[in-house]
C-alpha cells in the first residue's frame, strides 16, 4: 500500500476473515488515533493492528511468521477487537460518523464478524449530540482554550486519555497503549488500507480511508488537484452531510473510487433523517 508513504500517519485496526468477508466501513475522526476518514473493506484474515510507536528505536513493523496466521485468527475469534472513534459534534464529523458505524454494524453481522468487538465514538465537545441513541457514545471535555497551540487535532489524543482514565477498557486498547509506551513490536499488514484516488483497487483490504478528493473528467481521467467534471470531495460537505444517491462516477473511475461513492450511498439511503444531518 503505498498510501502510507504519502500519510505520516493512518488509521487502525480491524480485522475480518473468511473470503466471503467483504466489507466496508467509513469512519469519521479516528480510528485509534488519526485525522481523517476511512470506508473499511474487510476481507480475508488477519490479525488486530494499527500503527506502532517507535518505542525503543527497535523496528516496530515485523514480518508476521506464516506459522502464526493461524494462532492471530484464533485469538481474534476470542479477543473481539474494540474500535475508538474521536469525534467531535460537528456536522462534518456527525455524517461521516454515521456511515462508518452504519457499516460497521454491517460487516459485524457478516460471517466472521464476531471479531469485530465494541465501538466508541469518543465525543470531544463536551456535551451530548443528537446521535447518542444512534452510536455508542463516551462524551469528553475539549481540550481547554489555548492548549491546541493552534494545532486543534489535539483533541482527539486528549480525548482518548480521558476516555482511557474513566474507561473500561475491555477490548485490546489497554494493550494497545501500553505497548506503544513499552516498545513492543507489531506484525503490520501492508495491504490492510487504500486511499483513493491513488489507490485504485479493493483487493484484499479492509479500510477505504477517504481524505483526498476525487476529481475525474467524464472520460474517467483523474484530475487531482484541479475539480473534477465528476467529484467527491468529502470538504465539500463541512457544514451538512452529502446529498443522498450521489451520482456514480463515470465509466472508468477505478473501483476504489466507485466503492466509496456506493457505500455513501448505501448509508445515506439506510440512515433515517439524513438530510436534517442529526
Ligand atoms: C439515484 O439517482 C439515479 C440518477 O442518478 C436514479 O436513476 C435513481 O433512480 C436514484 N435512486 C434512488 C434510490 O433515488
New binding site residues.
Given amino acids: 500500500m503505498n498510501a502510507a508513504a504519502r500519510k505520516p500517519w493512518g488509521g487502525a485496526g480491524g480485522t475480518g476473515r473468511g473470503p466471503a468477508l467483504v466489507l466496508a466501513l467509513v469512519a469519521a475522526g479516528a480510528f485509534l488515533i488519526s485525522y481523517n476518514f476511512f470506508a473499511m473493506v474487510f476481507r480475508g484474515s488477519g490479525p488486530v493492528l494499527w500503527p506502532a510507536a517507535a518505542g525503543n528505536g527497535r523496528d516496530p513493523v515485523v514480518a508476521m511468521p506464516a506459522s502464526l496466521r493461524t494462532a492471530a485468527g484464533d485469538a481474534a475469534r476470542r479477543r473481539p477487537f474494540h474500535v475508538a472513534l474521536t469525534a467531535t459534534d460537528a456536522a462534518y464529523s456527525r455524517w461521516q460518523c454515521r456511515v462508518m458505524y452504519f457499516w460497521y454494524k454491517r460487516m459485524q453481522a457478516r460471517p466472521g464478524g464476531e471479531a469485530m468487538g465494541g465501538f466508541t465514538r469518543v465525543l470531544h465537545s463536551g456535551k451530548p449530540d443528537g446521535l447518542m441513541d444512534e452510536i455508542p457514545t463516551f462524551v469528553v471535555d475539549p481540550l481547554p482554550a489555548g492548549k491546541d497551540h493552534g494545532y486543534v487535532v489535539l483533541n482527539r489524543p486528549w480525548a482518548f486519555v480521558q476516555w482511557l482514565q474513566k474507561a473500561k477498557i475491555k477490548e485490546e486498547y489497554g494493550y494497545a497503549v501500553a505497548s506503544a509506551l513499552h516498545g513492543v513490536q507489531h506484525i503490520l499488514r501492508k495491504d490492510f488500507m487504500i486511499q483513493p484516488p491513488f489507490d485504485t483497487k479493493l483487493q484484499n483490504t479492509f479500510i477505504i480511508h477517504f481524505t483526498y478528493g476525487n476529481d475525474y473528467s467524464l472520460k474517467g481521467e483523474l484530475t487531482y488537484g484541479k475539480i473534477g467534471e465528476w467529484r467527491f470531495d468529502k470538504r465539500s460537505y463541512d457544514d451538512r452531510p452529502p446529498p443522498?444517491?450521489l451520482?456514480?462516477p463515470p465509466p472508468g473511475v477505478p473501483e476504489s473510487v466507485v466503492t466509496l461513492v456506493k457505500m455513501v450511498n448505501e448509508a445515506s439511503?439506510n440512515l433515517p433523517r439524513w438530510d436534517e444531518g442529526i
Fill in positions: 443522498r444517491n451520482t456514480l439511503a
